[in-house]
């Protein structure tokens, strides 16, 4: 078991307004400036680096529909992205990583935060890509449950390798084959999202936290537990803490890992429920343990020497935002050069250091430690390979699953 304090951290980790209604549940966080620059050229991949590195030549273009695709003609990439989720510079209007990559290129960016939750914007999508139209949109961010719905269903292009040399190279072994994308054919991740457990040292006056069944079972903590209305994060909790593989349970499992969440519920363990509205409760000392979002507790421990987390020995969830390019986009070789450019050390270090999610990029720490050193340090923003080694995913799930699933944590929750 791996437990980690707060030491000291930087002005670079202070928490501003994030993670907004990620599953369809308020949230908000806080972020603060990084003044830095982002330098650099983009490095050449020629076909002798990219046969070493295993990577097919260009021109596989199997997979979701293709349109005309316009890059050399129209140098520009539409990019869809989530509310906070882009490095900032101090007038909060220019985004410097992305002002480097159009230096760099002369490819212009246009960048629109137009993704609050998963749901809302799937159905805002939906009738153009059932309909083979454009969106409008090249890149497009979705955590992994609905970029493994727009695979499945064949609403997004299959990657041209060779134009991925970075993103090939530098993708982190935790986000390298998951199982609704082997080999990562259609997307690549924009950031991880890790779940760990998160305490109060003041408001646990004493008790001892290592495992989930110590948030479930000890009653010197009852009333003040709390856990996700993210039915993957929380089920995939309380079955590494059943000592079942969240990649390869069984519905009986699930139903196990359900049953002993809602014996807890019932005898008064828990709380509540909570989107990322937990990290107020968990400052104030009114929850003295929670299952928590890691980018959270990164912000919250710039505020609150007392907030600390730990990683039990089952292991602790890991999911991902994944950059997809949707069917029709105009401007495919555009968005893969962006996405490709975001597994560069450096604008991966950039961006790691201000918005202090998961860096699914590897080789960063020597960049990231030039703009911040605790940042680099800080096992919540770059794991170890021991923390790496006790991450988990939450396996595929079909429509059936999903429905059955989701119907039956809602009324765990009281949704």
């Known amino acids: 078991m791996e437990q980690y304090e707060p030491d000291r951290l930087s002005p670079v980790q202070q928490a501003a307004i994030r993670r907004s209604f990620r599953n369809g549940r308020a949230a908000m966080t806080r972020r603060s400036l990084l003044r830095a620059s982002a ?5 050449v991949g020629g076909l002798g680096a990219l046969s070493a590195c295993g990577i097919p030549a260009a021109g596989n273009t199997e997979g979701g529909v293709s349109a005309e695709d316009r890059s050399a003609q129209e140098k520009t990439v539409n990019f869809s992205n989530w509310t906070e989720y882009m490095d900032t510079d101090d007038s909060g209007r220019r985004h410097p990583t992305l002002d480097a990559f159009t230096k760099r290129t002369g490819i212009k960016v246009k960048y629109t935060e137009d993704i609050n939750d998963n749901t809302e914007f799937f159905g805002k999508i939906k009738p153009q890509l059932s309909a083979g139209q454009d969106t409008g949109r090249d890149i497009i961010v979705l955590t992994d449950w609905l970029a493994a719905r727009l695979i499945r269903l064949g609403w997004v292009q299959k990657l041209d390798a060779s134009n991925l ?4 190279a530098n993708v982190a072994s935790s986000y390298r084959t ?11 991740p924009w950031q991880g999202i890790a779940t760990v457990i998160a305490y109060n040292k003041k408001a646990l006056d004493g008790v001892e936290v290592k495992t989930l069944s110590d948030l479930l079972d000890n009653p010197k903590l009852k009333g003040r537990v709390g856990l996700l209305t993210e039915m993957r994060d929380t089920m995939g909790m309380a079955l590494l803490d059943m000592d079942k593989d969240p990649r390869s349970f069984t519905a009986d499992d699930y139903d196990a890992a359900l049953a002993r969440l809602q014996r807890s519920v019932d005898k008064g363990q828990i709380r509540r429920f909570t989107g990322n509205d937990y990290t107020s409760d968990l400052t104030k000392g009114d929850l003295a343990a929670c299952v928590a979002w890691a980018g959270d507790v990164v912000q919250l421990q710039a505020d609150n020497p007392d907030i600390g987390f730990v990683i039990p020995d089952s292991g602790y969830m890991l999911s991902s935002d994944n950059m997809l390019i949707p069917n029709k986009a105009r401007h495919k070789t555009n968005a893969e050069r962006l996405i490709d450019y975001y597994f560069e050390p450096q604008p991966a270090a950039q961006l790691a250091a201000y918005i202090n999610f998961v860096c699914p990029v590897d080789g960063v720490k020597e960049e990231l430690a030039k703009l911040d050193e ?4 800080n096992p919540l923003i770059l794991p170890d390979k021991a923390m790496q080694a006790k991450s988990r995913a939450f396996r ?3 429509s059936e699953e999903e429905t059955a699933f989701e119907g039956k944590f809602a009324k765990l929750t009281g949704a």
């Open 39 to 43: 330098g650099g050229a983009l490095a």
């Open 165 to 168: 040399p970075h993103a090939f």
């Open 178 to 188: 998951p199982d609704w994308d082997p080999g990562r054919a259609y997307s690549y």
């Open 374 to 377: 605790d940042a680099a340090n």
């Open 396 to 398: 595929s799930l079909s």
